[in-house]
C-alpha cells in the first residue's frame, strides 16, 4: 500500500508557472506508475498526465496539456512532479497525484488528498 501527499497548488496568474510535487510512502515507489489528474467544479476528473514505473520511459498528456505539462519521477526521493507551464484559467482545478500497480498506467488503486491551483485571468 502507498500514501500519497500533494503540494505545491496555489494561486496564479495567466502564463505563469507552478510545479507539484507528490510525495508518496513505502520503499516501493519505483514499482508504480503514477498519474496526476484534476477535476474542475461541475466537471468530470480528468487524466492530465501519466508515467510509467521505474524509469519513467513512457508519459501520456491529456491534449489539454501538451507542450505546457511535464510529469517527472525521482524514485529515490518517492516523488512525481507536474511541472506546468503557460498556465490557463482553464486549468483551474483541484489537481491528484494517483499510483498503479501497473507497470504503464492505470487503474489508478491509491489517490492522494488533492490541491487546489487557481489561474486567474
Known amino acids: 500500500q502507498v500514501q500519497l501527499v500533494e503540494s505545491g497548488g496555489g494561486l496564479v496568474q495567466a502564463g505563469d508557472s507552478l510545479r507539484l510535487s507528490c510525495a508518496a510512502s513505502?520503499?516501493?515507489?519505483?514499482?508504480?506508475?503514477m498519474g496526476w489528474f484534476r477535476q474542475a467544479p461541475g466537471k468530470e476528473r480528468e487524466r492530465v498526465a501519466t508515467i510509467s514505473w521505474r524509469d519513467g520511459d513512457y508519459t501520456y498528456y491529456a491534449d489539454s496539456v501538451k507542450g505546457r505539462f511535464t510529469i517527472s519521477r525521482d524514485n529515490a526521493k518517492n516523488t512525481v512532479y507536474l511541472q506546468m507551464n503557460s498556465l490557463k484559467p482553464e486549468d483551474t482545478a483541484v489537481y491528484y497525484c494517483?499510483?498503479?500497480?501497473?507497470?504503464?498506467?492505470?487503474?489508478?488503486?491509491?489517490w492522494g488528498q488533492g490541491t487546489q491551483v487557481t489561474v486567474s485571468s
Open positions: 494517483a499510483a498503479s500497480t501497473a507497470r504503464i498506467a492505470g487503474p489508478y488503486d491509491y
Open positions: 513505502g520503499r516501493t515507489f519505483g514499482s508504480y506508475a
